[in-house]
């Protein structure tokens, strides 16, 4: 079956501009995250939606960073004003969400670039 | 200090050799473990999932867990040049983590054919 799948692949913005990211999760996971990846670092958790319940914001770096899932299903992560050091791969995962299910599928990563 | 330790390499061997990789971490609530295989420009691929202490082992991989010295291993027999790419732990679990995982920086694999 289909994996997680992100899109745009690369983006490349100039300092200040809006950017949004979509990710789209494996059909019947009821838990998505999201995560960053900067270069020498690993992950970084930013986000997580389960279910209906609020989500997980704890990561979120600033309040230029949001995020929102429609129907439980695709999700978009929104940058505001970007800046230079927000440039790394957003990477999505998602799991079953069942208690016990811990496994996290990710997709491919959307790669922002920031002028 | 960071919640999980990992030597980032590069770690370069010979086709067949053996390689140990290896993550500390500091967060004694941390409940399962897993091992991520990322190759250049991809998204992280799941490799091996382990929950408490002890051993797995898949194929030509072994994972180990050792939550009373916090520190886990990932063992790879017969390496492949296939098998060059980067290695990331990751853990999770407990009242201050939750559901999202905590990675280590990954360690840079190269087996040399």
């Known amino acids: 079956g289909a994996g997680v799948s992100q899109s745009p692949s690369n983006k490349v913005t100039e300092k200040g501009k809006d950017v949004e990211l979509r990710c789209d999760p494996i059909s019947g996971h009821t838990a998505l995250y999201w995560y960053r990846q900067s270069l020498g670092q690993g992950l970084e958790f930013l986000i997580y939606?389960?279910?209906?319940?609020?989500?997980?914001k704890s990561g979120l770096p600033s309040d230029r960073f949001s995020a929102e899932r429609t129907g439980g299903s695709v999700s978009t992560l929104t940058i505001q004003r970007t800046q230079q050091e927000d440039s790394a791969v957003y990477l999505c995962a998602s799991s079953l969400g069942g208690a016990g299910d811990n496994e996290q599928f990710f997709g491919p990563g959307t790669r922002l670039t920031v002028l | 200090q960071k919640e999980v330790e990992q030597d980032p390499g590069p770690l370069s061997v010979p086709e067949g050799a053996i390689v140990s990789l290896n993550c500390t971490y500091s967060n004694s609530a941390f409940q399962y473990f897993m091992w991520y295989r990322q190759y250049s420009r991809k998204g992280p691929e799941l490799l091996m999932y382990?929950?408490?202490?002890g051993n797995k082992e898949d194929g030509r991989f072994t994972a180990q867990v050792d939550k009373s010295s916090k520190y886990i291993s990932l063992f790879i027999r017969d390496s492949q040049p296939s098998d060059s790419a980067t290695y990331l732990c990751?853990?999770?679990?407990?009242?201050?983590?939750?559901?999202?995982?905590?990675f280590g920086e990954g360690t840079q694999l190269t087996v040399n054919p």
């Open positions: 990751a853990m999770g679990g407990g009242e201050t983590s939750g559901s999202r995982l905590t």
């Open positions: 939606f389960q279910g209906n319940s609020a989500p997980d």
């Open positions: 382990t929950y408490s202490s």
